[in-house]
């Protein structure tokens, strides 16, 4: 069973920078396309970035320049590293990967697995 799980998130001043971390466990990890997904409240969960099994990376377009996806995986492990935040980025931040290996993810449409997120909080 796939398990995703979120850490790295906390409060920090507008300006500051924060990386989260998603741990993937139940398979094996590099054949899959790994996503990056936020909600903030009130609001519809939203794509972040996503980054492919061959490492190709895309992005929301508010996030270009700040946003960084990466992943490891000798470590199973996905990164997103946030720079420069806004209060605007406050939201719950998820992963999210397919079911199905290789080219079969289509991001930003979200796809099978979630984790249960992490909270990001940025102050004025």
């Known amino acids: 069973q796939v398990q995703l799980v979120e850490s790295g998130g906390g409060l920090v001043q507008a300006g500051g920078s924060l990386r989260l971390s998603c741990a993937a466990s139940?398979?094996?990890?590099?054949?899959?396309?790994m996503g990056w997904f936020r909600q903030a409240p009130g609001k519809e969960r939203e794509f972040v970035a996503s980054?492919?099994?061959?490492?190709?990376?895309r992005y929301a377009d508010s996030m270009k320049g700040r946003f960084t996806i990466s992943r490891d995986n000798a470590k199973n492990t996905l990164y997103l590293q946030m720079n420069n935040l806004e209060p605007e980025d406050t939201a719950v931040y998820f992963c999210n990967t397919y079911r199905q290996a290789y080219g079969a993810s289509s991001y930003p449409r979200p796809g099978d697995y979630w984790g249960k997120g992490t909270q990001v909080t940025v102050s004025s």
């Open positions: 139940g398979r094996t990890f590099s054949p899959y396309a």
């Open positions: 980054i492919s099994w061959n490492h190709i990376t």
